[in-house]
């Protein structure tokens, strides 16, 4: 498990997991070895409400779908 090595080199990186599990998801979790984090929202009017809020503060949201 990478993410163990990810948050003590990146503490701030386990704060925003944490606060992304407070909004309205499924799901949080960081892609391969990070810094990438992914969230699982319950449908795409979520996923881009979940956008437009994280894209005050971030330039890279994007919202893709799984299959």
Not at 1 to 27: F, H, M, W, Y
Not at 59 to 65: A, E, I, K, L
């Amino acid at each position: 498990d990478l993410e163990t090595s990810i948050v003590r080199l990146q503490p701030s990186l386990a704060l925003l997991k944490q606060k992304l599990g407070c909004l309205t998801t499924l799901g949080v979790g960081f892609s391969g070895s990070g810094p990438a984090l992914f969230v699982l929202a319950e449908d795409r009017k979520k996923a881009e409400n979940l956008k437009s809020v994280l894209t005050r503060d971030y330039r890279q949201v994007f919202v893709v779908r799984t299959f």
